[in-house]
């Protein structure tokens, strides 16, 4: 038997996010963010027509679910505020936010699980992306606003804070590619849009800072370790490339405090870089996360690219192209590849390149489609595919730490089930399975593993 203990104070847990769980309540001042919209418009995108309103309800549900937490063994837990929630006008604060997210962060102090408050999770508020969003320089001002009324309310007790969730996610998604809103692919905008979130995260930490609260601030970036297909000098600078694209586009500002020269000079050289903010190389240089969360869900498996693209089509993918590995396992539900040792490689690079910050895994999770299929006679979800996915996730992890690595917590997506963007509930990550016709949460076999995990601080195999 093997033996894999974590240190004393090691954070155990779950994510999830405002627009994924809340809810919408009549007579409640949330105003309208992208999604709300998106939903609006276009409901024929969202899996089975579901929008964002039919969430866990977290909204009116959040002490019951916070004793859920504490059943199993939680010790923090990381969500969002909605911005469109707290500020719906943009200026003033809606009471009714500040009294439901005072009382969400009381609860979970009182049941000792550490808050983690997340600034932005892909909800931009619909008012602001009619200027533009990421794409109007003004959103630095409104965001570090945002977030200034956020920390002033909170930060008296939240002692971890994040700017973002995926800064990436939005800028692949909306401006790359036609999921999310505003669905245009436009590489010179995409480029803008990353550039301005990752000076709003700047600014609002700066203005964190300049509050002298007691806590840490950091950022939470999805890292995708990329793989060339070979050993070929092609193929390993196509996956320096992406890596360029897709990690470093926000790795390198977050901790080391400024773009990657290369970065620089490849958007130059195709004549997308933006207009440049005043003092925007100040602003990235002093104002570094303590720490950073990572989201870990799969690699990127790259190779030279075989065609030339078309100037004004270009995007990340010009310059590399993505092969599929045929001994790759890939969970079929949601069509990622599994693939455990990415989260050591990530783990070693944050050492050597990226002075060891502090770091933790602030997502890593299995999506599944059907579960009620592995329904026991008690009434219980027997997943142990998820719970194999995290076992071997966390042998990695474990191996990282013995050899250094600054890791201080593991964070599970998700919870109870929720609400996922355009898969609405297509795949399910909980711990808790939730029956959206009664609103009834059950625990699944991997919540109990969770309970026992977290109560060994470890786990045996
Ligand atoms: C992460 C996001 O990228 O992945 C979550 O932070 C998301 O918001 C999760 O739900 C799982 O992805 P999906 O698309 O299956 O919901």
């Not at 669905?183 to 803008?192: E, F, Q, S, T, W």
Request: negative net charge; contains cysteine.
């Amino acid at each position: 038997m093997v033996h894999y203990d974590f240190p004393p104070e090691f954070l155990w847990g779950a994510a999830s996010s405002a627009t994924q769980s809340e809810g919408t309540v009549a007579g409640d001042e949330k105003a309208e963010n992208i999604w709300d919209y998106w939903f609006k418009t276009n409901p024929e995108k969202f899996y089975h027509g579901v929008g964002p309103s039919i969430t866990s309800d977290f909204y009116q549900q959040f002490e019951e679910d916070i004793q859920r937490m504490k059943d199993i063994n939680f010790n923090s837990f990381r969500t969002s505020i909605s911005w469109s929630r707290l500020l719906p006008d943009g200026e003033h604060v809606n009471p009714e936010a500040v009294t439901f997210y005072n009382h969400v962060i009381d609860r979970l102090i009182d049941a000792k699980i550490k808050p983690i408050i997340n600034l932005f999770h892909f909800d931009m508020p619909m008012h602001l992306q009619e200027k533009g969003g990421w794409e109007n320089p003004d959103i630095i001002k409104a965001f570090s606003y945002y977030a200034e009324q956020a920390f002033k309310l909170f930060g008296d007790r939240v002692m971890m804070w994040t700017t973002f969730n995926e800064p990436i996610v939005p800028v692949e998604m909306g401006y790359l590619n036609t999921y999310h809103y505003p669905a245009v692919i436009d590489m010179k905008r995409a480029v803008v849009v990353a550039y301005h979130s990752m000076l709003s995260s700047a600014k609002a930490i700066e203005t964190y800072r300049e509050l002298k609260l007691d806590g840490e601030i950091g950022i939470i970036l999805n890292l995708t370790p990329s793989y060339p297909k070979s050993e070929s000098e092609a193929d390993i600078k196509a996956a320096h490339l992406a890596d360029l694209f897709y990690n470093r586009s926000f790795l390198d500002p977050s901790v080391l405090g400024e773009y990657p020269e290369e970065l620089v000079q490849l958007i130059d050289e195709y004549a997308l870089l933006p207009e440049r903010i005043a003092n925007d190389a100040e602003l990235l240089a002093s104002n570094t996360v303590d720490f950073l969360g990572v989201n870990y869900y799969q690699p990127r498996r790259v190779k030279a690219k075989e065609t030339t693209d078309q100037l004004e089509h270009i995007t990340p993918e010009s310059f590399f192209d993505y092969y599929e590995d045929p001994n790759r396992r890939i969970n079929p539900h949601r069509g990622w590849e599994i693939y455990e040792k990415g989260m050591y490689d990530i783990a070693m690079n944050i050492k050597q390149n990226y002075h060891n910050i502090p770091w933790y895994i602030s997502e890593n999770g299995m999506g599944v489609s059907g579960e009620e299929r592995f329904i026991n006679d008690d009434g219980m979800i027997e997943d142990d595919y998820r719970i194999e996915f995290y076992e071997e996730h966390l042998k990695w992890l474990h191996l990282a730490m013995q050899e250094g690595a600054n890791c201080f917590g593991f964070h599970t997506w998700t919870f109870i089930d929720n609400w996922s963007w355009l898969n609405a509930y297509k795949n399910r990550y909980g711990f808790y399975r939730l029956n959206l016709e009664d609103q009834t949460r059950h625990m699944k076999k991997s919540g109990l593993w969770f309970k026992e995990l977290v109560k060994r601080n470890g786990f045996d195999t």
